[in-house]
C-alpha cells in the first residue's frame, strides 16, 4: 500500500534521515520508536509532504512521487489518503471543536450541510459530542487531541500519521488519546504511530520500527522487537 525507499533530509549540516527503506500493508498497525532526535517526527512530516525530502521514492496505492521534486497538486493527492494528528493539536484557535473538523471537508468542496452532519458524527465518536461549540481554549488537552483525531478522519484518508499524540499531554490525560486510537486500530486504517508509550505500542501494533540516528535499527513484531538482541534498543527499552 505504502512504500519508502531512500528517504533522505539534511537540515544544514545535520543529517536527519539517512536512507529509509520501509514497506506498510493496508490496515496495518505501526509504531515507530526510538529516542529523541532519531528522525521519526522527521520521517512522518516527509510522508505528509509537510517537509521537503532531498531523496526518495514513495510509492502509495500504486502511484509514484519522487519525493525531492513533488509538486503543490501531488502533496494535496498524498495528504487527501494521508492524514496527520500533530502532538501540539494545530486546531483553530478562532473555531469551534465542529468548525474545525469541518474545515477540511468544505475546503474539499463538500456543502456546508452534510459537513456538519459528518463532524457532528465524527465528534461523538470520539465522545466530543457536548463539545461542539467549544472554541480550544476551553478544552483539555486530551480533548483537543481528540478533536485533531476527528478532524483527521474527516475525509476517510487511509492512512493515518500520529506524531506523538500524547507528548504534549498532562499524565491523567494520556489514557483518553490512547484509547480513542485504539477503537481506530479495530477499523481498517492504516495507521503510523510515532510514540514513546511502550506499553501501547506493544498493544496496539502489528510491528514496531526502532529508529536509531536516522536510520532503521530494528523492526519486527512486538515480541521480536521486545526480545531483540540489538543493544541500542535493548538499552532504549531499558532491558
Do not use: C, W
Amino acid at each position: 500500500m505504502i512504500e519508502l525507499k531512500n528517504f533522505k533530509k539534511s537540515f544544514g549540516e545535520l543529517e536527519v534521515l539517512k536512507g529509509i527503506d520501509l514497506s506498510i500493508q493496508k490496515g496495518e498497525i505501526i509504531s515507530i520508536i526510538g529516542a529523541s532526535g532519531s528522525g521519526k517526527s522527521t520521517l512522518l512530516r516527509l510522508i505528509n509532504a509537510l517537509e521537503q525530502a532531498d531523496d526518495g521514492v514513495m510509492t502509495l496505492n500504486g502511484k509514484t512521487y519522487e519525493m525531492h521534486t513533488l509538486k503543490e497538486k501531488d502533496k494535496r493527492a498524498i495528504r487527501k489518503q494521508a492524514s496527520m494528528v500533530f502532538q501540539n493539536y494545530n486546531l483553530f484557535k478562532h473555531k469551534t471543536a465542529l468548525e474545525n473538523v469541518m474545515e477540511g471537508l468544505i475546503v474539499d468542496g463538500m456543502a456546508k450541510k452534510e459537513a456538519v452532519v459528518i463532524a457532528t458524527e465524527l465528534l461523538t465518536d470520539v465522545g466530543l459530542l457536548d463539545k461542539l461549540s467549544s472554541y480550544p481554549s476551553q478544552l483539555s488537552g486530551g480533548q483537543q487531541q481528540r478533536v485533531g483525531i476527528a478532524r483527521a478522519m474527516a475525509l476517510k484518508p487511509e492512512i493515518i500519521l500520529f506524531d506523538e499524540p500524547t507528548s504534549a499531554l498532562d499524565p491523567e490525560l494520556v489514557g483518553e488519546v490512547l484509547e480513542t486510537i485504539k477503537q481506530l486500530a479495530t477499523h481498517e486504517t492504516t495507521l503510523i504511530v510515532v510514540t514513546h508509550e511502550m506499553k501501547f505500542a506493544r498493544e496496539i501494533s502489528d510491528r514496531i520500527v526502532f529508529m536509531d540516528a536516522g536510520a532503521i535499527s530494528a523492526e519486527g513484531s512486538t515480541e521480536e522487537i521486545f526480545n531483540h538482541s540489538n543493544p541500542r534498543l535493548k538499552a532504549f527499552l531499558g532491558l
